[in-house]
């Protein structure tokens, strides 16, 4: 075997056996997901049904979606995630020998071509905390994913257990509570709309965990002659450039004669019963004032 | 980019700095749905003035057929049809009425009474009896010339595809993001009529909304960067 074949037949150990510690973290965390999913299944069966077996526009059932993101993750964690990504990180340890057994044997191939054999390295002090940095970096950057990755296949589930129809709901509320049909469909949408934004302000409280400024909203959505008093305010106000941060937003009153929201939370509820709009990003933002971007100028 | 300090009491090892520095420079999934969002702000944006990603004007709303609103949501149509050919078929053939369908006959002329009280307040409110010839009041909605000549009542003149209804197709536009991935998806109920208005169907125009022009790509490159290089600045 010549030289660059013992040299290539070392690294393609080494790979496979990073394939083979990657292969099995795979299969750990589908197996994690997977049980989590089992709970969640059983978790949004217990959430009120008509009695057609279509879920009910409830707050129980809003409250328990909402707490579904925490718990999906928790059950990932109890289906052995960490033992999962630890067992995947100790794989590449050996006891803080820092020299992976494909290194020494390079290096043993290269240095028996040499005349003047090469001494195997010292790592220095700077040069392990620089691999322990490398390894928390890499940890977090594999963790953030599992955790999207959870969300993801929650987020899904939840599309396809508790995915509403809003005539549907109307008709099942209708049926079910003896409400009126005006009254009926207007359950139905607030409760739809109510989900995207929950779902959104969910996106928007993953960016704000780690920026280190404010994010500021805008207030989107048509306006037109069915638009109440408080949205058409809101809406004039983000078209000529008016923005909010969500401190700003939390204490609005959508319901003005009554100092109140209905129904609470204006982030989520907008302007109230039957909105028509939404928060989303403002793009007239600076990024902790660094020079605005190329587009922007 | 903060001073670094090789030496004294606050010194760090400069390979430790340098070697986690290559892992920073991956973009985190906070930092991708800020992008993605920001996309979503701009869609949103154009859509309300009524071009498409490439900033052309959409088709206009259609003037052929004529369009029926019912403000209290579809569904009483097609409880209409079936709940009173039921009640009329049982009263027909000289059958007792039960008692449950007595209550659901009540429980619907209800929702009847109510749909028309609905729709006669919309046609007072949008002054549409000032329009003869653009809208006629049926018993449970209001009928229009058009779906374009229903939109012109609403005080909208722009094509926006927004209804007037909650919750719309805009609103179920979601951001998510995973390894290298940026997803915006429009899911459940809407999907459907967001892939009709976006791609066209045989009823329908295309109506692009839902894409990136690379005008758009290139910014949202541009915010990424931004974004990556606010949060390398603090290391």
Known sequence: MTYRQRVARAVARQDRDILTASQRLELDLISAVTEAQGQALVYLGQLQRGTDGRLLATRENQNRILRLNRLFLEWMQNAGLDSALRRFFQSFDRDGDYMPPAFREVWEIVTGELKTPLRLPRWTRGDIAAFRGIKIAAGVVIEDAIEAAGENAMKQLLFNVGGLSVDELQSVILSQFRRSVGESRTLAATAQSSYYRTINARAFERIQEQADFELRYSFEGPIDKLTRPWCLKMAKASKSGKSWTRPQIEVMRNDETRGKSQPPNVFVSCGGFNCRHQWVLSLNQEVTGRARSRSQR | ?235
């Open chain 2, 1 to 235: 980019m903060p001073v670094l300090a090789l030496s004294g009491s606050n010194a760090i090892d400069a390979g430790a700095y340098f070697l986690n520095l290559e892992a920073q420079f991956l973009p985190t999934t906070a930092e991708m749905i800020w992008v993605g969002e920001r996309q979503r702000t701009r869609i949103l944006e154009r859509t309300a003035r009524g071009v498409d990603y490439l900033n052309r004007p959409f088709a206009p709303y259609s003037t052929k057929r004529p369009h029926y609103w019912y403000p209290s949501g579809g569904s009483i149509r097609s409880g209409l049809r079936r709940d009173t050919t039921l009640s009329r078929g049982q009263v027909r053939s000289g059958q007792n009425i039960t008692e449950q369908a007595a209550a659901r006959l009540r429980d619907f002329q209800d929702s009847l009474s109510q749909a028309d009280r609905t729709s006669r307040r919309l046609f007072a409110k949008l002054r549409l009896s000032r329009r003869p010839g653009v809208a006629t009041r049926t018993p449970i909605g209001i009928k229009f010339a058009s779906y374009a000549a229903f939109k012109r009542s609403l005080g909208r003149g722009t094509v926006d595809l927004r209804g007037p209804h909650a919750p719309h197709m805009l609103q179920a536009i979601t951001v998510s993001a995973m390894g290298d991935t940026i997803k915006l998806e429009i899911t459940g109920d809407a999907a459907d009529r967001a892939h009709g208005h976006n791609e066209g169907t045989s009823t329908l125009p295309r109506r692009r909304f839902f894409d990136a022009s690379v005008l758009e790509q290139v910014e949202m490159q541009d915010e990424l960067w931004e974004m990556m290089q606010a949060r390398l600045d603090r290391l």
